[in-house]
């Protein structure tokens, strides 16, 4: 008897650009796109299955746009629901219900296990660019929601970081079927 498994690697990735301000976060504030109308970031087809809707986060990374003295340490909450979205620069208040729905919380600071900051490009500032990575030893299994295939995230800072005025983000998700 023939027995093989078929496996679907790919990234997903999402891009913010948080609001045009230079306003300091807290640890536990968001990290979003707006102050007025905020949404959680979407992984769209985190699933390629519409009827098992399911699969495992092998890793992840977050691009910032931006090298600054001070980088951004951050945890990235994934749930399979959309959850209410606090604005940008406001503390993070997800709610029982809400917590239901959570898959995992990444951990993407620099005293993290497996986790740290890498430098691309040394510039300082807006020119150059910093990669937070969490370590290929990442093995989430995830089951989206009946109907969906997406799973929904919201940044959260874990430092007192000072950003950049409109400063963008790229955040990945490794994903197997």
């Known amino acids: 008897m023939d027995v093989y498994a078929r496996t679907s690697a790919r990234i997903i990735a999402v891009n913010l650009t948080r609001p045009a301000d230079t306003v300091q976060y ?6 979003c796109n707006s102050t007025d109308t905020p949404g959680p970031l979407v992984f769209a087809g985190a699933s390629l299955d519409p009827v098992v809707r399911c699969g495992v986060i092998i890793n992840a990374h977050i691009a910032c746009y931006a090298n600054l ?9 994934l749930f399979t629901v959309p959850p209410a979205m606090d604005a940008d620069n406001a503390p993070f208040t997800p709610t029982d219900a809400e917590l239901e729905h959570l898959v995992c919380v990444l951990d993407f600071s620099a005293a993290a296990f497996g986790v740290g900051h890498h430098v691309g490009d040394a510039t300082e500032g807006s020119a150059g660019n910093v990669v ?14 009946p109907e969906e295939t997406s799973l929904y995230g919201v940044l959260v800072a874990s ?19």
């Open 132 to 145: 937070l990575f969490r370590s290929a030893n990442t093995t989430i299994p995830f089951q989206c929601a």
């Open 26 to 31: 807290a640890p536990g504030d968001v990290i």
């Open 69 to 77: 003295a001070m980088r951004p340490d951050v945890k990235l909450w």
């Open 159 to 177: 430092n007192a970081y000072v950003p950049l005025t409109s400063e963008a983000f790229r955040v990945a998700l490794g994903i197997i079927d």
